[in-house]
């Protein structure tokens, strides 16, 4: 089992930058493929960006791809999620999770693939 933490959120005007880190306890944090997604207010959870094991591939949604880099460090256990150009349309509650079962090489997109999730933390974005 992993215990997961996000922190980093907060307020940006468009156009701005947010750095989000997931710190991670528990079980060999490398064992997991890392995601972030994001919920808006009466939207479903969707899928932001995903990390390999080993950090050696990525994948992200087409709405943050060029904008968003996911990262991992996993001698510090950690993953990050560096946000630029962010626009009204990120503002949402973003999770970090953990899949186990996860491919490497696919890196699921569907959120019921990964067991294990943080508390959320909150990206609002002004314009």
């Known amino acids: 089992q992993v215990q997961l933490e996000e922190s980093g959120g907060g307020l940006v005007q468009a156009g701005g930058s947010l750095r989000l880190s997931c710190a991670a306890s528990?079980?060999?944090?490398?064992?997991?493929?890392m995601g972030w997604f994001r919920q808006a207010p009466g939207k479903e959870r969707e899928f932001v960006a995903a990390?390999?094991?080993?950090?050696?591939?990525?994948r992200y949604a087409d709405s943050v791809k060029g904008r968003f880099t996911i990262s991992r460090d996993n001698a510090k256990n950690t993953v990050h999620l560096q946000m630029h150009s962010l626009n009204a349309e990120d503002t949402a509650v973003y999770y970090c999770?953990?899949?186990?079962?996860?491919?490497?090489?696919?890196?699921?997109?569907?959120?019921?693939?990964?067991?294990?999730w943080g508390q959320g933390t909150q990206v609002t974005v002004s314009s």
């Open positions: 990390i390999s094991r080993s950090g050696d591939n990525t």
């Open positions: 999770a953990a899949g186990e079962y996860v491919s490497s090489w696919s890196l699921s997109s569907y959120w019921y693939h990964y067991a294990y």
């Open positions: 528990g079980r060999t944090f490398s064992s997991y493929v």
